[in-house]
Structures are given as structure tokens and as C-alpha cells.
């Protein structure tokens, strides 16, 4: 039989849990988006980094290690990064706690994510590559 009583509403300590809970969790997928937006910038300056590679004898200008570096550093923290979120979000997902609320991903949804996964670990296969490759390429051996 069901109880009469009214339904408790949770304590102001457990709102304010949940609350801030979200505003975390929030803030961590929007770095994510940023991290997946920042890779477009990343293969944009590959690009023009081969193009200009390609022209004219070895490239000077964002090849220069000033450059180089820098952007194989960042490269590598925002798929790193990025790694790291997709398994913090599956870990939550696969919480018993969570079961509850989660829902099934869409179509659209695993796409996106298997992109990430693909374009995180291809920037990881390329950054290695540069670094075992470039002292071949430029005699820096």
C-alpha cells in the first residue's frame, strides 16, 4: 500500500552538493568542447605547416623550434587531455550510482565520441612521428 505521507525533499547540504555537483561536471564537458574545437585549429596549422613544408626547400617560418615545440607540446596536452575526459565520462557513465539517470548514447552521439577518441589518439601518432622523424629529415642527428 502506498504511504500517505509526502515525498521528503532532500537536505539544503545535499542540494547544494548536487548543485555545485553539476556546475563541475558542466565546466569539465565545456572544457572538452574547447579541447575538441581547439584540435580544428591544431590540423589548420599542420596544414599550412606541410603546404608550406612542400614549397620552395624546407619550411622556415612555423618550423622554426621556436614554433615547433610549442605547438607539439599542446598538441599532445589537448589529446591527452581529451583522452582523459572521454574516460572520466565513461567512468562516470558506468557508475552503479548513475544507472539510474543514464541513458543510452545516440547514433550521433558514439560518432562524435569514436572522432574524439580517433583524432586524440591520430594527434598522439603524429606528434610521435614528428619527434622521431624530424632529426632524420633535418640531419640533427
Known amino acids: 500500500m502506498h504511504s500517505s505521507e509526502p515525498e521528503k525533499s532532500p ?3 545535499a542540494r547544494l552538493l548536487l548543485t555545485w555537483g553539476s ?6 564537458e565545456s572544457i572538452c568542447v ?3 574545437g581547439l584540435s580544428g585549429m591544431r590540423v589548420a596549422l599542420g596544414l599550412t605547416s606541410l603546404l608550406a613544408a612542400g ?3 624546407p ?5 622554426s623550434n621556436a614554433i615547433r615545440i610549442p605547438l607539439l607540446t ?8 581529451s583522452l582523459l575526459l572521454l574516460w572520466n565520462e565513461e567512468r562516470l557513465r558506468r557508475n552503479p550510482a548513475a544507472a539510474w539517470r543514464v ?9 562524435r565520441r569514436w572522432f574524439q577518441y580517433g583524432a586524440a589518439i591520430l594527434t598522439l601518432v603524429l606528434v610521435a ?4 622523424t624530424h632529426p632524420w629529415f633535418h640531419h640533427e642527428l
Open 11 to 13: 537536505s539544503k547540504p
Open 23 to 28: 556546475l563541475a561536471l558542466a565546466a569539465a
Open 34 to 36: 574547447a579541447a575538441v
Open 55 to 57: 614549397a620552395g626547400g
Open 59 to 63: 619550411a622556415r617560418g612555423f618550423h
Open 74 to 81: 599542446i598538441g599532445t596536452v589537448g589529446a591527452l587531455l
Open 103 to 111: 541513458r543510452p548514447l545516440t547514433a550521433t552521439q558514439r560518432r
Open 129 to 132: 612521428l614528428e619527434l622521431l
